[in-house]
């Protein structure tokens, strides 16, 4: 490798000083600074970001042993886990869909055949006076 003759060159063994404890601190708080500003601006980035690491963390090692015990492609191996996985929450998502509207209808029959209770019900709360601690109210 040859050099310039006229850049200067530093010299090899000549070390870089060190920093004292006041640049320290000053390059550390920029640097925190820096890093809050980072996620103030980026904050709605994080959470996604955070939840795609840790499914990828955590569905690593089913990936892993699908490639390595069945001997199919590293892609293929994740699109099936990750294709599982879906239908899993596709089926438990259709199953309280289910739940739910067995319940709306539930509660839809209930109404229906109590319509005609609710005037009676009203009634028999105006005769009655609300009573709470000491104090007596009159409806």
């Given amino acids: 490798m040859e050099t310039n003759p006229e850049i200067p060159q530093p010299p090899k063994n000549k070390k870089s000083p060190q920093w004292n404890w006041t640049t320290k601190l000053i390059v550390g708080l920029i640097l925190a600074a820096l890093g809050l500003i980072l996620v103030v601006r ?14 990828a963390y955590l569905f690593q090692p089913l990936g892993s042993g699908l490639h390595k015990y069945v001997r199919i492609g590293w892609r293929g191996s994740v699109a099936i886990v990750y294709l599982f996985f879906a239908l899993v ?15 709306v209808q539930n509660l839809i029959s209930f109404i229906q055949n109590n319509l005609d209770k609710i005037p009676a019900f009203f009634d028999e709360l105006s005769q009655n006076n609300l009573v709470i601690g000491p104090i007596e109210i009159d409806t």
């Fill in 89 to 103: 929450i596709l089926g438990l998502v259709t199953w309280g869909g289910v739940a739910l509207v067995e319940q």
């Fill in 42 to 55: 980026f904050q709605d980035f994080i959470g996604p970001l955070l939840t795609a690491f840790l499914i």
